[in-house]
């Protein structure tokens, strides 16, 4: 039976469970003599049975599911005769992809070796049997499960308190789930890194100031031997970060204080959902604008001037950065102004300050930590930026801090190094996710500073 | 006495002329900060509306086919393959010599054939495919024209002049010939949002990559939302306040911040290489954002549960109610809009993610729109990064289209979850 078929079968037999949990409490609730001679209400007997019938056998499918390609190819890798069986991990997956194909019918059998067929045809059987096996465990434990929960009924079940811890402990799961995606991001990045740092020793990685991935695929070709210093990325990151802020908090502090001290009512509602749209522009769209307008637009001025501004220039990259974060750091800074008490405002006015005054010498000091906080978070934004340096910021990994030059990123150089085809044994594809570790680590400890900073704040005013 | 008064007052005066001036100025900053806010806002839009409008209308030239069976090589109507391999290319050459007839040498043939785009032959023989007694006789069609002739004709009316860089003089005349007699014009280019991606512009549409989008979006819907509200309600209601609850409060408020091309390196490594989802289809993409939505769900729904009042919770306790009971009769219920309004925003940045679908294989040239949730894909930005590399000048006006197309379902999202915000919330 198909995977969907048998989870569409065990989604009725726990319905048929149900059902008969039901009518046996009902029968329990005639001999006492009605339902309120009952621990819980009939339907969680019903919903009761029904777990016992639907939740161990789909875990065991989940289970099963999870591991039965893995199984399955060792199991066939075992019994490949040994004038075919691989000698790599690319041959390996040549093969694989091979007797898959061969197994499905998309490759002819015309004029392949015996061998092969042999092989496809003991996949093909593998996969038959693992599916029966599966219907048969997953359906008997449905079945014993069923029978056991319903046998188990009594009046002075407590029925309702063991559905609500189930029920609970499916909330626990999901709320989990947070951790599992955290370790499973460092799992992903910490595990390829290691692998990088054994061919890469760490220390040429982290202040090596030559960054060319290429590495030789095969061991004859003559090409780059491949150096990864990734200084130039994280210079090119800065400087861009740096060209973004610089537009970003002027802007949107100016526009935060003003919005909230000085404006009317019109002018606010107006602006600010005026400004959040930008918010919610997406990054690609930024790209392109910055790619195929901005920086034709930079270049011409800066010729204007005669001035040589490259096409790829980190200024228009971080130009339309910085445009892309106004509004995120004048909504957090909106917040925090906001949050300044009245009283501390009244009291400086009293005291026959102008408003300016009162907002350099007064709010924006008690404000300062909440606004400091969303910078940070402002700049892990920027640092973990893809798109637009993607579609506006250069390949070449150049040392420099001038803007009108081409600098490349971190985030860049992920994207270029993994996107098409990779082969995971190679530095180049390895060195992406030392890349995405360091990437990682940075922005967590920024909004780990930031979250604590602005948390701190809020309280104090609270 | 009385002049060092006078002093203090003059010295007063002057220092308050320049206190208010300061004043002025600092308001003047803040009016500056805000028009060139929405300046940025503005010029976006005027750019892209600017480049884009254009898109949906396509070029089409007008063509009188002879349906010739001996062009065609069909001799037997009814002959299914024989129709398959007719010689369509040829109708379409024969009545591109027929209309014009002052082509003399084979440069200019070439130029002549390229005034229409290739789909012209797939379309003759849909016709005569679905109606099978035209064969020997003439129709007169409107067929698609090629994107250079499509990017000329569309810039003829500019101030700076049309753009010659793709045409030739002697195609510039026939075009000019073509406008006299009324045999080219716009037409709305319904193609637009129906057909998947082409390595010629006039043929590219957006349609593969909406049904990409949708199936994509659908999935992380059906994963984020019921786990996302299930941990909101757990971390509200049920956890007790110990070191593993404040583990995972820190977990999600940093996952919230963590840059979105992490996720594609998770999908990656996790997902593909580790279960060996296959690559390029909507289940991946959707599991990726999915993973990534996830924090900004449960953090607007437990905003949502804790506008909920204790008096309801006390209410419900009060008359026998089970805690349980109390969440998922009376909690949940008043808390669903809120809820809603938050998955609709999460939705919406899902739509418009790029970065860490092109980890996972969804950058792939994908022509058929796909029909399920395991047929390669791709999405709607990523089709937009995909067509802004493209070298062909048409391919400026399909990407700024595109980009409409995205912002108006985005801006309609949003709108959505704002209404239904004022609509269905309660205040208490």
């Known amino acids: 039976m198909q995977t969907s078929n048998l989870i569409i079968a065990l989604l009725v037999?726990?319905?048929?469970?149900?059902?008969?949990?039901?009518?046996?409490?009902?029968?329990?609730?005639?001999?006492?003599?009605?339902?309120?001679?009952?621990?819980?209400?009939?339907?969680y007997y019903g919903m009761r049975v029904a777990l016992w019938c639907g939740l161990p056998s789909?875990?065991?499918?989940?289970?099963?599911?999870?591991?039965?390609?893995?199984?399955?190819?060792?199991?066939?890798?075992?019994?490949?005769?040994?004038?075919?069986?691989?000698?790599?991990?690319?041959?390996?997956?040549?093969?694989?992809?091979?007797?898959?194909?061969?197994?499905?019918?998309?490759?002819?059998?015309?004029?392949?070796r015996p061998a092969l067929l042999d092989a496809a045809a003991a996949l093909a059987y593998l996969r038959d049997t693992s599916q029966r096996l599966f219907t048969a465990m997953a359906v008997l434990t449905a079945g014993i499960g069923?029978?056991?929960?319903?046998?188990?009924?009594?009046?002075?079940?407590?029925?309702?308190?063991?559905?609500?811890?189930?029920?609970?402990?499916?909330?626990?799961?999901?709320?989990?789930?947070?951790?599992?995606?955290?370790?499973?991001?460092?799992?992903?990045?910490?595990?390829?890194?290691l692998r990088f740092f054994q061919q890469v020793p760490i220390s040429e990685f982290l202040f090596g100031l030559e960054w060319s991935p290429q590495t030789a695929i095969r061991a004859d070709q003559v090409g780059g031997s491949g150096s990864f210093g990734a200084v130039p990325l994280f210079l090119g990151t800065l400087l861009i970060s740096l060209i973004a802020m610089m537009v970003a908090v002027p802007a949107g502090l100016m526009s935060a204080i003003y919005l909230a001290e000085y404006a009317g009512s019109k002018v606010r509602s107006f602006v600010k959902p005026t400004l959040e749209i930008l918010a919610g522009v997406p990054t690609v769209v930024y790209g392109y604008f910055a790619a195929l307008t901005?920086?034709?637009?930079?270049?011409?001025?800066?010729?204007?001037?005669?001035?040589?501004?490259?096409?790829?220039?980190?200024?228009?990259?971080?130009?339309?950065?910085?445009?892309?974060?106004?509004?995120?750091?004048?909504?957090?800074?909106?917040?925090?102004?906001?949050?300044?008490?009245?009283?501390?405002?009244?009291?400086?006015?009293?005291?026959?300050?102008?408003?300016?005054?009162?907002?350099?010498?007064?709010?924006?000091?008690?404000?300062?930590?909440?606004?400091?906080?969303?910078?940070?978070?402002?700049?892990?934004?920027?640092?973990?930026?893809?798109?637009?340096?993607?579609?506006?910021?250069?390949?070449?990994?150049?040392?420099?801090?001038?803007?009108?030059?081409?600098?490349?990123?971190?985030?860049?150089?992920?994207?270029?190094?993994l996107v098409g085809d990779q082969e995971f044994d190679s530095a180049k594809t390895l060195s992406a996710f030392a890349l995405g570790l360091m990437l990682f680590l940075v922005t967590l400890g920024l909004n780990f500073i930031a979250l604590r900073v602005v948390k701190k704040y809020r309280e104090q005013y609270e | 006495m009385s002049s060092s008064s006078k002093d203090t007052t003059q010295q007063i005066r002057k220092s308050l002329a320049k206190r208010y001036r300061a004043e002025k100025r600092f308001r003047l900053y803040g009016?500056?900060?805000?028009?060139?806010?929405?300046?940025?806002?503005?010029?976006?839009?005027?750019?892209?509306?600017?480049?884009?409008?254009?898109?949906?209308?396509?070029?089409?030239?007008?063509?009188?086919?002879?349906?010739?069976?001996?062009?065609?090589?069909?001799?037997?109507?009814?002959?299914?393959?024989?129709?398959?391999?007719?010689?369509?290319?040829?109708?379409?050459?024969?009545?591109?010599?027929?209309?014009?007839?002052?082509?003399s040498g084979r440069r200019e043939k070439r130029e002549l054939y390229t005034l229409v785009s290739n789909s012209a032959e797939y379309e003759l023989a849909d016709r005569i495919k679905t109606s099978p007694s035209l064969l020997g006789q003439s129709e007169k069609l409107w067929v698609l024209a090629d994107d250079d002739i499509d990017t000329y004709f569309k810039s003829l009316n500019r101030s700076d002049g049309p753009f010659i860089g793709r045409t030739s003089e002697k195609q510039q005349q026939w075009i000019q010939s073509l406008i006299d007699e009324g045999g080219i014009k716009l037409r709305f280019n319904s193609n637009f949002f129906k057909t998947g991606d082409s390595r010629e512009p006039e043929q590219a549409g957006i349609g593969g990559a909406i049904v990409g989008s949708?199936?994509?979006?659908?999935?992380?819907?059906?994963?984020?939302?019921?786990?996302?509200?299930?941990?909101?309600?757990?971390?509200?209601?049920?956890?007790?306040?110990?070191?593993?609850?404040?583990?995972?409060?820190?977990?999600?408020?940093?996952?919230?911040?963590?840059?979105?091309?992490?996720?594609?390196?998770?999908?990656?490594?996790?997902?593909?290489?580790?279960?060996?989802?296959?690559?390029?289809?909507?289940i991946i993409g959707g599991l990726v954002l999915a993973v990534m939505t996830l924090p900004t769900i449960i953090i607007s729904s437990r905003a949502a549960i804790k506008s909920v009042p204790p008096s309801i919770r006390e209410a419900g306790i009060g008359i026998g109610a089970s805690p349980v009971q109390v969440v998922l009769h009376h909690?949940?219920?008043?808390?669903?809009?809120?809820?809603?309004?938050?998955?609709?925003?999460?939705?919406?940045?899902?739509?418009?993610?790029?970065?860490p679908l092109l980890m996972i294989g969804m950058v792939a040239f994908i022509v058929d729109v796909p029909g399920g949730f395991t047929d390669p894909a791709t999405v709607l930005p990523v089709q937009i990064f995909l067509w802004a590399d493209s070298p062909e000048r048409a391919f400026v006006e399909k990407t700024s289209a595109a980009i409409m197309v995205l912002l108006a379902f985005l801006i309609t999202m949003n709108t959505l979850a704002v209404v239904l915000r004022k609509r269905l919330e309660r205040r208490w």
């Open chain 1, 146 to 193: 069923g029978l056991w929960g319903w046998w188990k009924m009594s009046a002075q079940l407590r029925a309702r308190q063991q559905v609500e811890k189930v029920f609970k402990g499916f909330l626990l799961l999901c709320a989990s789930l947070a951790i599992l995606t955290t370790l499973g991001i460092l799992l992903s990045v910490i595990f390829e890194s």
């Open chain 1, 294 to 417: 901005v920086a034709p637009l930079i270049r011409a001025t800066g010729a204007d001037f005669g001035l040589s501004v490259t096409s790829e220039s980190a200024l228009a990259a971080g130009l339309v950065m910085g445009i892309m974060i106004i509004p995120f750091i004048s909504s957090l800074a909106d917040d925090v102004i906001n949050a300044v008490p009245q009283t501390m405002r009244d009291g400086s006015l009293a005291l026959g300050a102008t408003h300016s005054e009162t907002i350099k010498q007064v709010i924006i000091p008690a404000a300062l930590p909440g606004i400091v906080g969303g910078v940070l978070l402002a700049v892990s934004r920027a640092i973990g930026e893809t798109m637009i340096v993607v579609m506006a910021a250069g390949l070449a990994a150049n040392l420099t801090v001038n803007p009108l030059e081409t600098v490349t990123t971190v985030t860049v150089q992920i994207v270029t190094l």
């Open chain 1, 58 to 112: 789909v875990l065991l499918l989940f289970i099963g599911l999870a591991f039965e390609e893995s199984i399955i190819s060792k199991l066939l890798l075992s019994g490949l005769r040994a004038d075919i069986r691989p000698n790599s991990i690319a041959e390996y997956n040549l093969l694989m992809n091979k007797i898959e194909n061969l197994a499905s019918g998309a490759l002819s059998a015309e004029g392949v």
């Open chain 2, 331 to 355: 909690v949940l219920p008043l808390a669903l809009p809120g809820m809603l309004t938050g998955t609709i925003i999460g939705m919406a940045q899902a739509l418009g993610e790029t970065a």
């Open chain 2, 31 to 103: 009016v500056l900060a805000i028009l060139f806010g929405l300046l940025c806002v503005a010029t976006l839009f005027v750019d892209i509306i600017g480049k884009g409008h254009g898109a949906f209308r396509q070029t089409y030239i007008e063509l009188t086919v002879n349906y010739d069976a001996d062009i065609l090589g069909v001799s037997d109507i009814n002959d299914k393959q024989q129709l398959a391999l007719g010689n369509y290319a040829g109708l379409v050459k024969k009545s591109l010599r027929s209309k014009f007839t002052d082509v």
């Open chain 2, 214 to 282: 949708l199936f994509t979006l659908f999935i992380t819907l059906v994963i984020s939302f019921p786990i996302g509200v299930a941990a909101a309600v757990y971390l509200e209601e049920f956890a007790p306040k110990n070191r593993w609850t404040d583990f995972i409060e820190v977990n999600i408020n940093n996952l919230a911040a963590v840059p979105s091309i992490i996720f594609g390196l998770l999908g990656l490594a996790i997902f593909i290489n580790f279960f060996h989802v296959p690559r390029s289809v909507p």
């Open chain 1, 13 to 43: 037999m726990s319905a048929l469970a149900y059902y008969f949990g039901y009518q046996r409490s009902q029968g329990f609730a005639r001999q006492l003599g009605g339902v309120r001679n009952l621990h819980s209400l009939p339907t």
